[in-house]
Structures are given as structure tokens and as C-alpha cells.
T-cell receptor, first 114, second 115 residues
Framework: DSGVTQTPKHLITATGQRVTLRCSPR?????VYWYQQSLDQGLQFLIQ???????AKGNILERFSAQQFPDLHSELNLSSLELGDSALYFC?????????????FGPGTRLLVL | QKEVEQDPGPLSVPEGAIVSLNCTYS??????FMWYRQYSRKGPELLMY????GNKEDGRFTAQVDKSSKYISLFIRDSQPSDSATYLC???????????????FGQGTILTVHP
């Protein structure tokens, strides 16, 4: 158990809608990474936040945005949803205290766009 | 071309077999290499972590990195049915520079160990 929580576990919505996915890291985890996992693209990096600031962007669509709040939880906002956005969305934290490059993943949110 | 290539399999082996999983990568800046195990509908779980070239052993698992050939391997000895999962290799440049520690994953190899 990574200690990272994600809500909701499952989300079913319609095309054109907007959803918010939440990630709660363990106490003291400053770095949060968001990844998308789909059958055709595999597991891909979307965006990273460190202590409230955006640090790096990957293959994140303009319709997607994220933020990290003062209590260090993070939210990934997906808007104008398309069928192709159906995927598993994971957040991961990096153990900054140990200065290791490993990341620990949450259980994910499964998004289905109908 | 993907920065990290991994044969998706599927790979099916009998219980007790030695399993070899492999990845290749193209980015010379990668310094950190990881293997994750992912059970169906679960989050990836860190199995092994290696910095630069070399071997690392943990119980039945051995990770090898050869930076000269850009080759990453995971060996599982005495494989068990509970090892049945998808195995993902991942690489990172580290938290410095502009990559900020993001992980680049292979496609994952689906492994089934049958009794």
C-alpha cells in the first residue's frame, strides 16, 4: 500500500462533460505526478506539481489541467471529454525525503466516457 | 520510436520457471531504472529500483541494467502463480534538469504463471 489515495475509483460520464479527479498524497509528499494509462498508449506522464507549483508537462491535452493545493492534495480536471479520454488515471508521489527517483502510485481512477 | 520499448507478450510459463523480461531504451540521459508490477485494475507497484548500470537482487527478483547496450532486464526465479501480472519497465533522468523525475514506461509485458 503506497499510502496514496485517489477518488473516485470509478467514473462514468458522457462526452462533452467535465470531471475532477482527486489525489491525496501521504503527509509530507511534495511531488505529485499524474499519468494516464490506456490500452493503445500505455502509461504516459501528464503533468507534475511540486509544493504547489507546476514543474513539468508531458503529453497533456489542453482540455486537461491540474493543480496542487496548500495541503498538497492535487486535482486533475478533464473537460470537453471525448470517447478517447476513457482510461485509467494515476497519481504518483516521489519520496523527496529519501531523495530517491522512485515513484509510488495510487490505486487509480477508472474513467469511462460514453 | 518510443523512448522505452518492451515486448508486450503475453508470456506464459509453468510454475517454477525462470522468467526473463526485457526492455530497451533510446535516451542516453536515463540514469534511473525501475520495474513495476501491476495486477489487473490496480496501481503499479514498485518492484525493483536501479541506478545506472549493474545488478540488483531482492529475493526471487534480479534487475540488470546495461547502459552500454541500453538494455534493462528483470529475472524472476521460481516463478509462482501469484507472479501473474503485467510488468512495466520505467526509466528516468532524475529530478534534476528539465525532466523533473518523470517516468517513461514501456508498454508492459503480460505474464501468466500456470500451476
Amino acid at each position: 500500500d503506497s499510502g496514496v489515495t485517489q477518488t473516485p475509483k470509478h467514473l462514468i460520464t458522457a462526452t462533452g462533460q467535465r470531471v475532477t479527479l482527486r489525489c491525496s498524497p501521504r503527509s509530507g509528499d511534495l511531488s505529485v505526478y499524474w499519468y494516464q494509462q490506456s490500452l493503445d498508449q500505455g502509461l504516459q506522464f501528464l503533468i507534475q506539481y511540486y509544493n504547489g507549483e507546476e514543474r513539468a508537462k508531458g503529453n497533456i491535452l489542453e482540455r486537461f489541467s491540474a493543480q496542487q493545493f496548500p495541503d498538497l492534495h492535487s486535482e486533475l480536471n478533464l473537460s470537453s471529454l471525448e470517447l478517447g479520454d476513457s482510461a485509467l488515471y494515476f497519481c504518483a508521489i516521489r519520496n523527496d525525503l529519501l531523495s530517491q527517483e522512485t515513484q509510488y502510485f495510487g490505486p487509480g481512477t477508472r474513467l469511462l466516457v460514453l | 520510436q518510443k523512448e522505452v520499448e518492451q515486448d508486450p507478450g503475453p508470456l506464459s510459463v509453468p510454475e517454477g520457471a525462470i522468467v526473463s523480461l526485457n526492455c530497451t531504451y533510446s535516451n542516453s540521459a536515463f540514469q534511473y531504472f525501475m520495474w513495476y508490477r501491476q495486477y489487473s485494475r490496480k496501481g503499479p507497484e514498485l518492484l525493483m529500483y536501479t541506478y545506472s548500470s549493474g545488478n540488483k537482487e531482492d529475493g526471487r527478483f534480479t534487475a540488470q541494467v546495461d547502459k552500454s547496450s541500453k538494455y534493462i532486464s528483470l529475472f524472476i526465479r521460481d516463478s509462482q502463480p501469484s507472479d501473474s501480472a503485467t510488468y512495466l519497465c520505467a526509466s528516468s533522468q532524475g529530478a534534476g534538469g528539465t525532466s523533473y523525475g518523470k517516468l517513461t514506461f514501456g508498454q508492459g509485458t503480460i505474464l501468466t504463471v500456470h500451476p
